[in-house]
């Protein structure tokens, strides 16, 4: 192996961690209530909701993967089971947000009154870097973060009626 293959590899997961912190902020910033739901559900009832998640999407992405295997030549069925399959990932990744939003209000910084983004900043660099860890953080932290995103997410969605704070709610108290 050659240092462009090392590099290319290394590169690849660093820009991996990148994207995934992007759809973080992404998250923070469209959706602020629900990554604040998602959030509670951590701390709430964090094995209940990633056993929610596992098992409603180990079956949708089982499913997926069939559709996808058996129904190769049709394009508009592939399109169903891909679906199955970037849709848990998405919801995974936008209810993981409030698991970064927890870890980064565990770590205050005095610029959080008026920037509220940074705690899912500083809270997704540090999970981050525990999924950087060969095997341990790639096939068990980054798969339990989806998992339990997932799960999250879907309480979330469920329980939107439950916070009936304004939108700018947040902006306008932190600029008061």
């Known amino acids: ?12 997961i660093i820009g991996g961690l990148v994207i995934v912190n992007c759809y973080w902020l992404i998250a923070e910033s469209l959706f602020p209530k629900f990554v604040e739901r998602s ?15 596992l098992l409603v999407a180990g079956p949708l992405v ?3 993967l069939s559709i996808i295997d058996n129904f190769s030549g ?17 919801i995974g990744l936008m ?21 509220p983004w940074l705690r899912v900043l500083r809270g997704g660099v540090v999970l981050s870097l525990c999924c950087l860890l060969p095997f341990l953080g790639w096939f068990v932290i980054l ?30 108290a932190a600029a008061a």
């Open 62 to 64: 089982a499913i997926g």
């Open 143 to 172: 798969p339990v973060v989806l998992i339990s995103g997932f799960g999250n997410g879907l309480s979330a969605i469920r329980n939107r009626k439950g916070m009936a704070t304004p939108l700018g709610a947040d902006v306008n």
């Open 74 to 90: 049709n394009p508009v069925i592939g399109l169903f089971g891909w679906l199955s399959i970037l849709g848990p990932g998405l």
């Open 95 to 115: 209810g993981s947000a409030g698991l970064a939003q927890r870890i980064g209000s565990g770590l205050p910084s005095p610029s959080d009154v008026g920037q």
């Open 39 to 53: 959030r509670k559900g951590y701390e709430d009832k964090p094995v209940k909701n990633t056993l929610k998640g």
């Open 1 to 12: 192996m050659i240092m462009a293959d090392v590099l290319k590899i290394l590169l690849l």
